[in-house]
């Protein structure tokens, strides 16, 4: 157990449908960070929130948005689903955005059909 | 911006050989850099890290990489394989300011054979 907990494990859901991934980062770290993994498209970082605000923006799609609570855990939406949007959500946590390692939840399995 | 180029998609040998994963990063800044390994349907899991010091880093399992930056390398090695190694490894980088995030290559899948 890495710490960092996302929820659910596997989703499955229809094209067009919206959908919500929840991540806990490790107890005391402050940034968490989202990232894509595709078999097109590799590990493709998504968005950073630290402490509550939006940090970092990578390649994340306007259909996509995400937040980060005062209780630090974070959630990224998904809508208007794609076929293209299957894929596996990773979320990892870190200290501050300056110190500490990335540590990884086990992510979740988003299928699209 | 930062890039990653892990040269090989695949690396096949033989339990007990050695074995070296090829990376390679380009960044205007310094960085840091990273291994991960993700085993079938599990989760990326931190294997290395190079953050400044030494630049030969070393793995409880085994695993070493050295940073090279005249060739802005950071191979991973190890000496004697195990079926159990087989997993795909990530190299990545991250800049050393605020708002960083990992830059990962495009990984490598080390299948390791009886």
């Known amino acids: 157990d890495s710490g960092v907990t996302q929820t659910p494990k596997h989703l499955i859901t229809a094209t067009g449908q919206r959908v919500t991934l929840r991540c806990s980062p490790r107890?005391?770290?402050?940034?968490v960070y989202w990232y894509q993994q595709s078999l097109d498209q590799g590990l493709q970082f998504l968005i950073q929130?630290?402490?509550?605000?939006?940090?970092a923006k990578g390649n994340i799609l306007e259909r996509f948005s995400a937040q980060q609570f005062p209780d630090l855990h974070s959630e990224l939406n998904l809508s208007s689903l794609e076929l293209g949007d299957s894929a596996l959500y990773f979320c990892?946590?870190?200290?501050?955005?300056?110190?500490?390692?990335?540590?990884f939840g086990s992510g979740t399995r988003l299928t699209v059909v | 911006a930062q890039s990653v180029t892990q040269l090989d998609s695949q690396v096949p040998v033989f339990e007990e050989a050695p074995v070296e994963l090829r990376c390679n990063y380009s960044?205007?800044?310094?960085?840091?850099l990273f291994w991960y390994v993700q085993y079938p349907n599990q989760g990326l899991q931190l294997l290395l890290k190079?953050?400044?010091?030494?630049?030969l880093v070393e793995s409880i399992n085994g695993f070493e990489a050295e940073f090279n930056k005249s060739q802005t390398s950071f191979h991973l090695r190890k000496p004697s394989v195990h079926i159990s190694d087989t997993a795909e490894y990530f190299c990545?980088?991250?800049?050393?300011?605020?708002?960083?995030?990992?830059?990962f290559g495009g990984g490598t899948r080390l299948m390791v054979k009886p």
């Open positions: 990892a946590s870190r200290r501050t955005d300056l110190e500490g390692g990335y540590t």
């Open positions: 107890s005391g770290d402050l940034s």
């Open positions: 929130y630290y402490n509550g605000e939006e940090r």
């Open positions: 960044s205007s800044v310094s960085v840091y």
């Open positions: 190079y953050l400044s010091g030494s630049t």
């Open positions: 990545a980088v991250s800049r050393n300011n605020a708002g960083n995030m990992l830059t």
